[in-house]
Each structure stands twice: as C-alpha cells, then as structure tokens.
C-alpha cells in the first residue's frame, strides 16, 4: 500500500512540479481505502483527457508508465486487466494580480499545468486511487 502511495505522489509531483510555477500549487492523492492494491497485477490504458501538445502527452504517459512498471505492474494493450488507468491534463495561465503593469499595461503571466492520474476498477469504472 505505502508502495502504490510513494508511487503515486513521485508521478505526480514528477508531472507536475515543471508546470506550476509558485509555491502555492500542490498535489492532492485520494485513495479508496477499501482496495486490495497488492491484487492489481496488470493495468491497461482507458480514455482521459490528453495533453493538448502531443510530445507533452507522451511524456506524461512515459512517466506513468515507467512509475507503474517499477511497482510490479504489467502493461495490458488488448484484453482485461486489473486496474484501467488515465489522465486528464489542463494547460491554463495565470496572472499576478499584485504586480504593476508593464510597459504595455499588462501584468506578469505564466502558466500553470494540471494533470490527473486516475486508476478505476474495471468493471464499474469507480476510482481506486486519483
């Protein structure tokens, strides 16, 4: 259990710390404590909201599945398997709202990243861990 927990948090943060640019931005994990994670032995990939720049989404999935292969699990292409896993990726930007304007009236902005890494049961589609 703390293995799948560990695993989580290091992909997310690993997605997410490039995108966010301030400090006040985080990761939140939530776990259905009811799931038996040691019984989940192959995963496959199931829809999600890819990263708009196609490099980008690629990577995220390179990311998630290098962190779940280091945890025992096997990649599935076609047939069942014991988890679905996705992703949903948001690319927004923000604006300092405390900072003068520049020369041309505008205030300082960057942009900030959201990913979702979600694993579902398969038969209901219900979240085992986001």
Same mark, same amino acid.
């Given at each position: 259990?703390?293995?799948? =927990? /560990?695993?989580?948090? &290091?992909? &997310?943060?690993?997605?997410?710390? $490039? ?5 006040? !931005? ?5 776990? %259905?404590?009811?799931?038996? !994670?040691?019984? =989940?032995k #192959? !995963? ?5 909201? +890819?990263? $708009?720049? /196609? ?6 999935? @390179?990311?998630?599945?290098?962190? &779940?292969? @280091?945890?025992g *699990?096997?990649k599935? %292409?076609?047939? +069942?398997?014991?988890? *679905?896993?996705? !992703?949903?990726? &948001?690319?927004?930007? %923000? ?5 003068? $304007?520049?020369? #041309?009236?505008?205030?300082?902005? =960057? /942009?900030?990243?959201?990913?979702? =890494?979600?694993?579902?049961? +398969?038969?209901?589609?219900? +979240?085992?861990? @986001?």
């Amino acid at each position: 259990m703390k293995q799948w =927990f /560990a695993a989580g948090v &290091l992909c &997310l943060v690993a997605m997410a710390v $490039p995108a966010a640019q301030s400090a006040k !931005y985080g990761v939140t994990v939530v776990e %259905d404590k009811k799931a038996d !994670y040691g019984a =989940f032995k #192959t !995963y496959s990939w199931s829809g999600g909201q +890819p990263a $708009p720049n /196609a490099s980008v989404h690629k990577m995220i999935v @390179a990311a998630i599945d290098k962190e &779940l292969k @280091a945890i025992g *699990l096997t990649k599935v %292409d076609k047939g +069942p398997s014991d988890v *679905l896993v996705n !992703y949903a990726a &948001l690319r927004r930007s %923000d604006v300092n709202v405390n900072a003068k $304007p520049g020369d #041309t009236g505008q205030r300082t902005q =960057f /942009a900030v990243g959201t990913v979702v =890494f979600s694993m579902l049961e +398969p038969k209901g589609r219900t +979240p085992c861990w @986001a």
